[in-house]
């Protein structure tokens, strides 16, 4: 019952996290894997937990992604589909010693993208005018990311996006929030099909974040956002912290 409670509560504010700013894999990863969860199958659950999550923010921001040109959507959700399957299947043939020394690295990672992300943003978007928009040279590498590992994925899209000349933006959370839900999907299908999917704390962390996703709104308006992105970066560097006294301790 205590691992259910922590799951379901890491749930909700997985969900609050990447509705308000992204950071929620620092939350749901860890959590399933304290609670006796493989690394791999703790990954692919975590992905599939978030998935309900992508949805809410979607639908929140269907006007934005409408407004967005047709043709354009329909390919880049296609190769973000593509893009997750490859890192979706990659993630199947790592073996959980290999992903559990790769994870602190891959958390180290994802935290210094998050804390740098405004940053990281300004630059890409000078480098707009080098790079297609919509471009698939960009996308495909992001998607097979994603697919491997969720961390820091919204940032990076967000910045991809700015390379690719956008400024709205509304436009860009709800076109972050579209392929993020398309590759959870695909990647959902591939994890499940390979047994990865631990389907009772998939289903508990899911309901947690459909709730984390409907409150993210309300606390985006309540707490300033550097206090909130510091509080995210302080989770990921003590998550990094332990993942990698885990990994030298042999834990």
Do not use: C, E
């Not at 639908?59 to 890192?87: E, Q, Y």
């Not at 180290?108 to 698939?136: C, Q, S």
């Not at 709205?168 to 499940?192: E, R």
């Amino acid at each position: 019952m205590a691992d259910f409670l922590l799951l379901f509560i890491a749930g909700i504010l997985g969900g609050i996290l990447n509705a308000v700013a992204g950071g929620g894999t620092f939350i749901t990863f860890p959590a399933l894997v304290f609670t006796g969860v493989p690394p791999v199958a703790a990954n692919a659950t975590t992905t599939v937990a978030a998935l309900p999550g992508y949805l809410a923010a979607a639908i929140g921001f269907r006007r934005d992604i409408a407004s967005l040109p047709k043709a354009p959507l329909i390919r880049v959700t296609v190769w973000t589909m593509i893009g997750g399957a490859v890192g979706s299947g990659l993630l199947l043939v790592s073996s959980n010693k290999v992903f559990a020394i790769l994870v602190p690295f891959l958390l180290l990672a994802a935290t210094l993208i998050f804390m740098n992300g405004p940053r990281i943003r300004r630059m890409a978007a000078g480098w707009r005018h080098a790079v297609a928009p919509f471009g698939l040279g960009t996308l495909l590498p992001v998607a097979i990311y994603g697919g491997y590992f969720n961390g820091g994925l919204g940032i990076i899209l967000l910045a991809m996006f700015s390379m690719w000349g956008m400024t709205d933006l509304h436009q860009m959370n709800g076109l972050k929030s579209w392929l993020s839900f398309a590759l959870a999907v695909i990647a959902f299908a591939v994890f499940a099909a390979g047994g990865q999917v631990v389907w009772i704390p998939a289903a508990i962390m899911s309901g947690g974040t459909i709730i984390g996703g409907a409150l993210g709104a309300p606390v985006a308006r309540r707490i300033p956002m550097p206090a909130l992105r510091l509080l995210i970066a302080a989770v990921g560097f003590g998550m990094t912290a332990i993942f990698f006294w885990r990994l030298w301790s042999g834990a």
